[in-house]
Structure formats: C-alpha cells, structure tokens
Nanobody, 125 residues
Framework: EVQLVESGGGLVQPGGSLRLSCAASGFTFDDYAMSWVRQAPGKGLEWVSAISWNGVATYYADAMKGRFTISRDNAKNTVYLQMNSLKPEDTAVYYC??????????????????WGQGTQVTVSV
C-alpha cells in the first residue's frame, strides 16, 4: 500500500521553529519528487516547497524562501520541512505529496498524485 505519513506538527509561538517529517512506504521513494502543500483555515491548497528525486533541486514559494528548508533522506524514505521564523499566517494543515513530476511542474500542487493525511501547524501566542 502506498502511504505517506506526516508528523512533527504542533503549536509554536511566532518566531519559533518546527521540523515536519513525512515517512513514505509502498513505493520506490527515490524515483519520486516530493512536495509540501498546506491549507490554511478557510482557504484553498497552497503549494509550499518541492524537492527532486535525488535532492539536488529544491523549490520554494516566495513567502517561504529563506525561512523553510526542504530535504530528503532516501535511505530512510523520508522528506523533511524545516520551518524557521514562523508567522501566524503559516498556521495550516501541512501535507506531503509525491509524484513523478517533470521539472516544469515541480511547483504545481496538481502534479502530485499521492498525498498524506496532513499534520496541523499552529503559530500563535
């Protein structure tokens, strides 16, 4: 069974940090690009970041550049999202997703076809 399981969410104060993890199983992890997508309360899905199958290429939405870092460990079938300098507007459910994605589509949330169940991140005092 193909499965993505996110963890690491929680409540953090503004300016704080969190590290999200996404454990993959049921497919050949290092054949697939990985992405993080979030959904804030009452809003649609927002693409956050993506990483190529070998970790060489990374991509970020403008609002996350300089604050978030995506990485992957293919030996552990896991992708990570290190989030620093968190803001209240980062509050959302964060999903990881996988797909066989061409370079020109890496920043499109619609290019990823397997999704996890999400992990809640709340940034608040």
């Amino acid at each position: 069974e193909v499965q993505l399981v996110e963890s690491g969410g929680g409540l953090v104060q503004p300016g704080g940090s969190l590290r999200l993890s996404c454990a993959a199983s049921g497919f050949t992890f290092d054949d697939y690009a990985m992405s993080w997508v979030r959904q804030a309360p009452g809003k649609g899905l927002e693409w956050v970041s993506a990483i190529s199958w070998n970790g060489v290429a990374t991509y970020y939405a403008d609002a996350m550049k300089g604050r978030f870092t995506i990485s992957r460990d293919n030996a552990k079938n896991t992708v990570y999202l290190q989030m620093n300098s968190l803001k209240p507007e980062d509050t959302a459910v964060y999903y990881c997703a996988s797909g066989r994605v061409i370079v020109s589509s890496m920043t499109s949330k619609n290019a990823y076809d397997v999704w996890g169940q999400g992990t809640q991140v709340t940034v608040s005092v």
